[in-house]
């Protein structure tokens, strides 16, 4: 298996959660900054509309793409930073090169937030509540 670098392990962490941003993320990295529309993502991977525009409002919050002024629902690969690109493109190698290493990685952090949501919930059924008045 791959070594994977800590910071493509803190990019899949903190702004790809998803394999459906990932593969977002790499598609729009290969149309080379072209605008895509949502339409035309979604039908690439075989997925919802709704489901693509949802993933591309997170990475756009996470400074991965930028959408098109003017509500024409389309977006491009824009990362803010030239770190960011570079560990885009590293994480494309790596996931060309080693698929599964990338998953696992991916499986990891999503059992991560699912205990840490857990553990909050459990958390929260024990504080103690004002009484609503009524």
Request: glycine share 4%; net charge negative.
């Amino acid at each position: 298996m791959a070594e994977v670098p800590a910071s493509i392990r803190d990019l899949l962490r903190d702004r790809i959660e998803t394999y459906e941003s990932l593969e977002l993320v790499l598609m729009l990295r290969k149309n080379g900054g072209a605008w895509s529309s949502e339409t035309s993502l979604a039908n690439a991977l075989g997925i919802p509309t709704s489901a693509v525009r949802e993933e591309l409002m997170m990475l756009c919050e996470r400074e991965l793409v930028e959408p098109r002024e003017g509500g024409a629902h389309e977006v491009r690969y824009a990362p803010r930073t030239p770190a960011l690109d570079d560990d885009v493109r590293t994480l494309a190698a790596l996931y060309d090169e080693d698929r599964l290493a990338i998953v696992q990685i991916m499986n990891e952090n999503a059992i991560r937030r699912v205990r840490t949501f857990a553990a909050r919930t459990f958390a929260d059924a024990f504080l103690i509540r004002k009484k609503k008045n009524g």
